[in-house]
C-alpha cells in the first residue's frame, strides 16, 4: 500500500515495473492498472483507514479497531466540535475530521511544534484542513484554550499524564459531553479515574482486541469419496490403494477461514466518561 500524488508527468516504480500515472489520470476507482513489465496494482480512494496504513509514523498511532470504537463511544457525529491532545501522526485526527463532516471541527492540539507542522501538511496533502485546525499547546500544563469553554461536544486526549488535562477537558466540554483518554499503561488508567471522579460520571475502561481471518479458496478431500480412510484433511498428492492403484482424485474446491498467522496484541485502554450534569 502506498500514497500516491497523481500528477501528468510522473511515474511509480516497483518491482512490478514502471507505472505511468497519465495512464491513471481519468480511471475511476478501484481500477487494475498494469506496468511495462506486466505487473499491476489497484488504484483505490483514499479514506482515513487507508491514511492510517500509510501515514509516516512520528508517534505510535491508533489503529482502525481503536479508531471505530473512539468514534462510536464518544458520539462523534457530523457537525459535531470535537478537541483533540496530541495530534501525533494524524491517524484518528483524520477519522473524526470524516466524522464530524461537513458542518463541524476538529481542534487538535501538540506541544511538539514540528510533529503539529508535519501533521498540518498532511492534512493539507489529504484535502481536510477545512475541517481541522492544528495548534502547537501544551495541554498538560497550560489546559485547553478557554475560547472553546462550554462548547465541545467531545474530548479525547493521548497524553503521558492525561489526568493533568482532565480539569480542562471537563470545562470545553458541553452538558452530558463525552471524553475518552487513551492510555498504554493500566497506571495511567487508575490515576486518571481518580480525577475523573470529581467531574464526570459512567467512567468506563476498555482494551480491543482484535482477531483477523484469512479466507481463502483451497483444495479438501470429499469425504463423499470412495476411500474409507478420507479424514477431510487437505491432501499433499494422491493416495496408493495397496493394490498399487491410485485413488482418483476426490478433493473438491472450497472456501476456507482460519486465524491469521499475526494478530495486534495490546495498543492501549480506552477510558470513557460522561460529564455529569448539573
Known sequence: MKAVTVSEGSVLQN????????????KPFGSKVFSNKGGFVYLLAPTPELWTLVLSHRTQILY???ISFVIMYLEVVPGCLVLESGTGSGSLTTSLARAVAPMGRVHTF??????????RDDFERTGLSSLISV????????????EFAGLADAVFLDL?????????????LKQDGTLCSFSPCVEQVQRSCETLQNCFTDIRTFEVLLRTYEVKEGKMENLNGDNNDSNGSLPCKRRQRSDGSYAPDTSVSSVMARPSGEARGHTG???FARLKCL
Open 15 to 26: 518491482r512490478f515495473g514502471v507505472f505511468k500515472h497519465l495512464e491513471w489520470i481519468g
Open 64 to 66: 482502525i479497531a481503536d
Open 110 to 119: 501538540d506541544f511538539h511544534e514540528q510533529r503539529a507542522g508535519s501533521a
Open 135 to 146: 495548534r502547537v499547546r501544551d495541554i498538560q500544563g497550560e489546559g485547553f484554550p478557554n
Open 160 to 172: 503521558p499524564q492525561p489526568w493533568l488535562a482532565i480539569p480542562s477537558a471537563a470545562k470545553m
Open 269 to 271: 485502554y480506552l477510558t
